[in-house]
């Protein structure tokens, strides 16, 4: 096998992760945009770009695996294409679609799919963090589950007051 035909991808696959990993870390931390007594958590410019850029992977896999002459490599991509669809689609739905504010009385959350809910302190029973989704959530006592990223302008912000609130309901 020729190693230098791999040489390039490999190194743009490795520039590109980098970059990745650091534009992430420049995203965490942002404060929230605040109205009035509610802080709102909304998603930058660089998130939304990162997101709806992605979209592109899938496609480039479906092109791979279409270009490819080999059963094995055919179905890798295949593979790979259904998770980055996941993955991609969930993130640019996130990112420009679903809204979320909170405030002392509770959190506000509004999506295309689920319409506007309102959630007390009270009726949260969970604030956790999904492995299989890579993002952290929230859990109604009505059985809901509300999702929010660290990239979030204002996460850290509604992560700490949101810890003070629900055990300050536990105890």
Not at 64 to 75: D, I, K, P
Not at 119 to 143: C, E, F, L, M
Request: include cysteine; glycine fraction near 8%.
């Amino acid at each position: 096998m020729n190693w230098q035909v791999l040489l390039g991808p490999m190194l743009a696959a490795m520039i590109g992760g980098v970059l990745s990993v650091l534009v992430l870390n420049f995203m965490r931390g942002q404060p929230g945009h605040r109205a009035g007594k509610m802080v709102v958590l909304s998603y930058g410019p660089v998130a939304r770009f990162v997101a709806l850029a992605s979209l592109s992977l899938p496609i480039l896999c479906l092109i791979a695996a279409w270009r490819s002459e080999s059963l094995l490599v055919t179905s890798l991509f295949c593979v790979l294409f259904l998770v980055l669809a996941y993955y991609t689609i969930l993130s640019s739905y996130l990112s420009c679609f679903v809204k979320l504010a909170f405030d002392e009385e509770g959190v506000y959350y509004v999506s295309p799919i689920r319409g506007g809910c309102f959630i007390t302190w009270p009726a949260v029973k969970r604030i956790g963090y999904s492995d299989v989704v890579q993002t952290h959530y929230i859990k109604a006592s009505n059985g809901q589950m509300f999702w929010l990223s660290r990239c979030m302008n204002g996460f850290d912000e509604f992560a700490a007051f949101a810890r003070k609130k629900v055990n300050s309901e536990v105890t």
